[in-house]
């Protein structure tokens, strides 16, 4: 059965601004809270703070970028999280755009892979209470966390093409992606995902699909939303490259133009709400074990009170 969850849909600059999306989850079916990588409110600190409201909902980091922290930091922010709200916290990491390693590393990371390989075994060891002894390419670890029970936190793998999935198929316990149409998602990434539990003779990890999403109305273009939404990830080159694997046929550049085929191609939804019921029935049906429905876009063309109501409206239908 597939879950369906809520993502915060701006970069909140104040806490509070996060508290009608906890009600969300904690007054409806919504399953968990979840926020991507945010350099104004960070996402640990913006869910604590919702706990201390009297939000204690499970809460989902989608995905945090593995240059910020060494994984020593992310293991103790992902365990503080669970412990300062008593509920699950899936931890997704990822290893950012080359530009973010640069900045903060002196150089890309010459193999992505290797890196959230290193980086993700260690997180695990760490919240495992293991003492985690790693000298690799990119993560330095000779420490232990000091056990000490706690909800259960999740390890999560951010995810586009079939590597990063084989990948996370032998480290992760979620793999978590953005903007990934059902069908690929069936067709590419979960075989992906199989081979590599596969090969670590461990179980196949839980799918979480970042969807995209608006109601259809008479004053709204889907294209434009999508665009709003968007319009960053349709230039990142993996995103490119994902798209036009999934056989959307964006080019690159025309940023418009771009919006209206992921419109076309499914990679963005949009529908009345009977419409759009149907279209997120084809994520349970490829396979996806929780969806997290996205309204960025709705959130930027007519903010943050028409996203909460149309969240709101699409989970009252979902239920």
Known sequence: MTTHSVLIPFLPTRPEQILPYAGLVHWTQAHRLWQGQSLMVEPHQGFVHAAGAGFRV???????????????EAALQARSLALATGQPVTAGFGPGAPSLQQALRGAPYRSPLTAA???????????????????????????????FPSAPVEIGL?????????LAGEVADVAITWLTPAAYLRDTVLPALR??????GRPVPRLTAMVPLA????????????????????????????????????????????????VEGRGFLSGDVAELVAQLKEYEEAGVDEVVLNVTGVANCYGPQAASEELRTILSALA
Request: with cysteine; glycine share 12%.
């Open 215 to 262: 109601l259809a109305r008479k004053d709204r273009t889907a294209g434009e939303i999508a665009l709003a939404s968007n319009s960053a990830h349709l230039g990142l080159p993996h995103y490119v490259d994902m798209l036009r694997k999934s056989g959307i046929g964006i080019t690159g550049t025309d940023r418009e133009l771009d919006a209206r085929a992921l």
């Open 158 to 166: 951010g995810v586009l093409r079939p590597a990063m999935a084989r």
């Open 195 to 200: 081979e590599g539990a596969a090969k670590a």
């Open 117 to 147: 390989r290193e980086y993700l075994t260690a997180v695990r060891g760490l919240l495992a209470g293991e003492h985690v002894r790693i000298d690799g390419d990119y993560v330095t670890c000779d420490a232990q966390l000091a056990p």
């Open 58 to 72: 499970p809460t989902g980091l989608g995905v945090t970028l593995m240059p910020l922290r060494h994984p020593y």
